[in-house]
């Protein structure tokens, strides 16, 4: 296979209205052009065990029309040069190779392992630290090198009663190399040089899922439950210490039930549960010539809320023909009106304290969706 995609990045546009009176702010767009191609082959040997390999080619050509800047190791601009559109400014190239493995224990069970590598060239810049991260896109650059995962995935797989029933345990392990954080205190907001303001380390994330699931008959459904972790490393932020990172949820359990009275009803039920996001949020405040400033002690020390919602939902389905099928479906979200946290401010009470304010966005909402298939 063969892909090709150009990126044309927008990154940040300030805009007033004719009497506010005072500059309008556009950073200049970026551009790249990304391709790929692949081969791979799947081969059986005897009945039970079967290999899947290959191999992916993967180029990322960071290109004007635009400005690149020279860092040092400081992220100080020491200069910059200008290109042409469609002019190369840097080419950024790698192979990923790939490989997993199944051999049946029996005609109920089976074990599979796998290996794989991925070039990422296009990178979510999150800042955790504020309460609503400000989240920017940015590409491979000539000072921004791709990330790069490498996984290794083993799991037990089971079926009982004629794949009545499923059950799976997979366990994981990735490397990331070329992690991408903010400096502390970095200058985020429209910054054309924002290149300046990031460090870069390494990564790690391990994990066990376990998940059971029951697919023939009226009452069918699955459940879940993942135990991990997502760390980050990066010699310039916290003297080099270990944090989480902002995905880092260590509990992940999702539940969803469904039985059918008949061939015209079917109820539904989802529940979900998760840790909290890490975020960084200050610990203490102290006072500079009259300003308040606030003390963060580490990078992602602290914790959202834990989230969960539960779900429910009824469908009819009103007609079914061999050319068309209508239903309506009736759902409740969230139906204990949990109120999770979307964001969490800070401020101070009458008291001269400072405590933190939690901002929900939705809490029970009901609904009514009517559906026409044609087949």
Not at 14 to 19: I, P, W
Not at 115 to 127: K, T
Not at 267 to 287: K, L, N
């Amino acid at each position: 296979g063969l892909s090709g995609i150009h990126h044309t990045f927008l990154p940040g546009r300030l805009e007033s209205a004719d009497d506010i009176g005072f500059n309008e702010i556009e950073l200049d767009n970026r551009y790249a052009v990304e391709i790929g191609a692949y081969i791979q082959n799947e081969q059986k040997i005897g009945n039970r065990f079967s290999l899947l390999y290959g191999f992916r080619y993967s180029g990322f050509n960071y290109m004007g029309e635009g400005t690149a800047f020279d860092l040092d190791d400081d992220g100080n601009v020491t200069g910059s040069q200008d290109y042409d559109s469609w002019e190369s400014i840097k080419y950024w190239q790698g192979f990923e190779p790939r490989f997993s493995a199944s051999y049946l224990l029996s005609e109920k069970n089976s074990i599979k392992l796998g290996y794989n590598r991925i070039f990422q060239y296009i990178h979510q810049l999150s800042n955790t630290t504020t309460s609503t991260p400000v989240d920017s896109w940015v590409p491979t650059t000539n000072n921004i090198a791709p990330q790069i995962g490498d996984q290794i995935a083993i799991g037990y797989y089971q079926n009982v009663k004629k794949n009545t029933y499923q059950f799976s345990v997979e366990g994981y392990y990735k490397w990331l190399q070329n992690q991408i954080d903010y400096r502390p205190n970095a200058n985020l907001i429209l910054n054309n040089e924002i290149e300046s303001e990031l460090v870069y380390g390494r990564g790690f994330a391990y994990g066990v899922e376990f998940q059971v699931k029951k697919t023939k008959g009226k009452f069918t459904g699955w459940f879940n439950y993942t135990l991990s972790r997502a760390l980050r490393q990066f010699d310039d932020i916290d003297g080099g210490e270990v944090f989480s990172a902002r995905q880092d949820r260590i509990h992940d359990f999702n539940l969803v039930l469904t039985y059918k009275f008949n061939d015209n009803w079917v109820a539904s039920t989802s529940f979900v549960y998760y840790t909290g996001d890490a975020v960084t949020f200050p610990t203490a405040q102290y006072e500079v010539d009259g300003f308040t400033v606030p003390y963060i002690q580490g990078r992602n020390k602290s914790r959202f809320p834990d989230y969960h919602r539960l779900d429910l939902g009824l469908t009819w389905y009103a007609e079914k023909t061999k050319k068309f099928e209508q239903s309506v479906s009736f759902s409740i979200y969230n139906v204990y009106g949990r109120e999770n946290a979307f964001a969490i401010n800070f401020r101070e009470n009458d008291a001269g304290q400072t405590e933190a304010v939690q901002t929900a966005l939705f809490r029970l909402i009901p609904s009514v969706t009517w559906n026409f298939k044609i087949k």
